[in-house]
């Protein structure tokens, strides 16, 4: 079973999977907002007492199912950032091996085998994401699984049809997840700036949720001193809705 969190895509509406699958995100959430037994029960019985005012559970996307749970997990607890441990730690392994993966890239014989290389680096780090039904990282060991990663190839590469897009782009609004995965986008950033005359913005979450990247994360692993960096504007699981004042750069 995929998780709801799969998809922050409008067009993606819940089915009844959604539903075992959002009581559990709120089990997990709430285990990692507070070590109140009575807290965490309430977390789950608040989601559950939710979940059972819809009639419709298709008229919900996944995504609006898990920052509902965020939030009642926010509002019940009190912790305004539940996952930010987790994150710290991501970002500090994935620092850790960026000196790593960059000397890889730098090592390449052309600029298209870098791009590939850059491409590849961001999709391999898409393993920090502890969210995913079924799927949980193990920290010690994800150094020594993202190179492996690099070292892999792609099933479908497109590298050349990014690099031609990009190439007639004037403006690149460039959308990040989760946190440690965002030091990867930088190496991929970092190439697209310096090759492209284009203007690029990097955009994270403006609230927490889940384990996706802030602007405190961006900082973390200095992106921010890279690219302009701007926000969703809200604290939504994707981008289909509420105000988007940080999309709209000057």
Known sequence: MRSCRVGAEEGLRGNLLCV??????????ALRSTRDEN???EVVMEVVRW????????????????TEVC???????????PFRPVK??????????????????????????????????????NTIDFEVEG????????????????????SIDDTEKLMSLLSKSRRVLYLLDNAGEIAFDRLLIEL??????????????????????????????????VVEVVTTGNDYVGLWRGPRRGLEPS
């Open 192 to 225: 697209i700036v310096d090759r492209y005359p284009l203007k690029l913005w990097a955009v994270v979450k403006e609230g927490p949720v889940l384990n996706d990247a802030t602007m405190e994360d961006a900082e973390e692993v200095g992106l921010t001193s």
């Open 135 to 154: 799927y949980k990282p193990s920290m010690s060991l994800l150094d020594r699984s993202l190179i492996e990663c690099l070292g892999g190839t792609l």
């Open 20 to 29: 075992p699958c959002t009581v559990r995100a709120a089990y997990d959430v």
């Open 71 to 81: 939030r009642i997990a926010r509002r019940v607890t009190g912790n305004p950032d």
């Open 39 to 41: 807290l965490q029960g």
């Open 51 to 66: 979940l059972s005012t819809i009639r419709r559970i298709n008229r919900f996307t996944p995504a609006e199912l898990h």
């Open 88 to 125: 710290v730690l991501s970002n500090r392994v994935a620092m850790k091996v960026l000196p790593t993966v960059r000397r890889m890239i730098e090592d390449s014989e052309s600029f298209e085998e870098a791009f590939r290389k850059a491409v590849m680096a961001a999709i391999c780090g």
